[in-house]
């Protein structure tokens, strides 16, 4: 209670002097001189401080919102549209500006609607200076490319000119030919295959002909950019929550994705999920494992004396069987039989062909994906194949098909690549593939030389990348390195380090000093972005679906949630590296509305376009909160609390801050 009321008074002072503060075109502090005004952010440590550096050459600490937007949703579209008459357009954009800069964000996070961007020029918006038809309010902003994600789902492009995918042939997912011996979490969008080289493709293609970046780079107003992000951290499972400390809660740390990739598939053919056929089968990070061996141990004998295992091959043992003969199709026939004359087939390997192009494949569990296809399975063991064309789908009369496949391999063979985790190779491998408790020492090594690595890949063509395309803006990596508040492992913060900017991190790392000092260690003198993730569901609509309030971010009142929040923010600044060094510029609030697939109260507003501040949130209909008092608010379920009264306060503080000695 003590550091409450001492924090609120702190507060209350800096809100009473804030907005008499002399900041720049970019809301940069001008009492705070950085060495350099380049046109463009950037990162300076001044002093012990590090600080954003606006274009003007001001200190700037970024207090951001994530994905602020109306229409997507079911219930806020609606609502917004009601309320201003629109739901993306000049008069809901201008209506959220007044509001995040009233509540003392200064920024526009990942994911926020481009009409609020200053890039934007729309003929429904006054014109500026220039002539140009532009975002009357302008504040700082983070842009973001996703290729994990676009590159396995490839989906066709509004910025080419035939829309049609960047790739001819989609990014694996490698783990979707995870082991059956791994029981732990697997994300639902996947992980991308780091290593195809058509990783790197997409995402030049992205930063060449996304309609955002070719604006982006057109437009007058580019210098509002703070930064560019790169990719969700749902889609970077593996650097995730290491294994250092505990997640909060516990039961979140991420596995070794080493031990996942060493165990997995090394060919997949079909991808259910994203609809897609792969011609190249080859997984390319296991093959990267698998290479990475071979160079440090030269010959399999080498290995096996260091980790005390039993391979006979860096390769797979299993032999490859091509364009098998099924049948011939006569344009009616829509089902075929047949047994493989080589079983054992090998999961994930076996591929469909229509006259030699590609139809369907086999997506591990003893099923085959094809467009054209209604039904398709494959008996591993006994080599029994069944395929059922869909309708209209018969294959021509006099076209032959055929199934290619691996005999023996993944899972069966005694090479390499054939590892599978199976139970006679927990000896060296271990079976637990989270902390590696039970992993042989040298193997562990070589784990964490390969997580280095598949990082490393990751994160040097997102540098490259978007260096190339954009030469002086910030690298801020993806949106969370790290999870559930906890750091990333230490290789994956090394090659951050190296390939990145500013450290965008997991939220709570302030409550956690040995963590910040853990991520200093590794990541290097360099600053950092903190996620915010505060949630109060029994104080908000979600209460029927209220958690523990020892959920991570979760509260038992908006009140307490704010309290939290700014109670956070007062020693943000403060905190430092082993070194002395303090490393935080910013941070960002998860998300600006509340979550209707997480059934969540992470937002700023409710799904009625309430903001959270004891007034606007409530049963009644009564005029909105200044600034935007000529609309009506309201007509929620219940009555709730007041989140945004700390989160103003909160805001202002670093406005009070002394120019660096």
Known sequence: MKRFLIALAVFTFANGIARGQDLDDYGGLKSIKCDNATGHFIVEKLGRQWWFCTPQGHGFFMQGVYAIEA?????????????????????????????????????????????????????????????????????????????????????????????????????????????????????????????????????HKDMEMSPQFKILKSSPYGS?????????????????????????????????????????????????????????????????????????????????????????????????????????????????????????????????????????????????????????????????????????????????????YIENGWGIGSGLMDEDGRPSHRAWLGSDYVFLKDTKAEVRSDFDTFLYAAASEYLRICHDEIKMAFPHTLLLGPDSIGTWGTPARAPVLQAAGQYTDVLSGPGGLENRPPTVEYVGKYFGDKPIIEGQYRAADADSPWARYASPANGIGEFSTQQARGQAYYSDLASLRSIAYMDGSHPFVGEAWWQYSDNRGERKNWGLITLLDNAYDGHEDVKAIVSCSPPLEKYKCGGEENNYGDVISFVRRANLLWLNESPPK
């Not at 954009?93 to 990942?110: E, M, P, Q, S, V």
């Not at 010959?299 to 096996?304: K, S």
């Not at 004359?341 to 006259?355: C, M």
Request: cysteine-free.
């Open 224 to 404: 509002y950019l703070i930064g560019i992000g790169e990719d969700d951290g749902d889609e970077l499972f593996g650097f995730g929550a290491g294994d250092a400390f505990p997640s909060a809660p516990p039961g979140h740390n991420n596995p070794h994705l080493s031990w996942l990739v060493s165990t997995m598939s090394p060919v997949q053919t079909a991808n259910a999920r994203y609809r897609a056929l792969y011609a190249d089968m080859t997984v390319y990070t296991k093959k990267a494992w698998r290479d990475s061996l071979a160079a440090k141990y030269g010959t399999i004998d080498h290995l096996n004396k260091a980790w005390h295992s039993t391979y006979t091959t860096f390769d797979s043992t299993g032999t490859p069987i091509n364009r098998e003969d099924i049948g011939m199709g006569d344009g009616s026939k829509m089902s075929f039989n047949h047994t493989l004359a080589h079983p054992v087939a090998s999961p994930f390997s076996v591929a469909i062909f229509v006259d030699g192009s590609l139809v369907a494949g086999d997506i591990g569990n003893g099923k085959l994906f094809g467009p054209t296809l209604a039904f398709g399975s494959i008996d591993y063991s006994t080599g029994n194949l069944t395929l059922q064309f869909a309708g209209g789908m018969a294959p021509s009369s006099g076209k032959k098909i055929t199934v290619s």
């Open 71 to 203: 229409a997507p949703d079911k219930t806020l579209g609606p609502a917004a549209k009601s309320k201003y008459g629109d739901n993306n357009g000049p008069a809901w954009t201008a209506a959220t500006l007044r509001r995040l800069k009233d509540w003392g964000f200064n920024t526009l996070g990942i994911y926020a609607s481009a009409h609020l961007l200053p890039i934007d020029h729309e003929s429904s918006f006054p014109k500026d200076a220039m002539g140009l038809p532009s975002q009357p309010v302008k504040l700082p902003f983070i842009s973001v490319t996703r290729p994990a994600l676009y590159s396995m789902r490839n989906p066709p492009q509004g910025g080419s000119t035939s829309k049609a995918p960047y790739l001819q042939e989609p990014v694996k997912n490698q783990l979707y030919g995870a082991s059956r011996y791994y029981r732990g979490y697997n994300p639902a969008n996947g992980v991308a295959d780091y290593f195809d080289p058509k990783f790197r493709e997409w995402l």
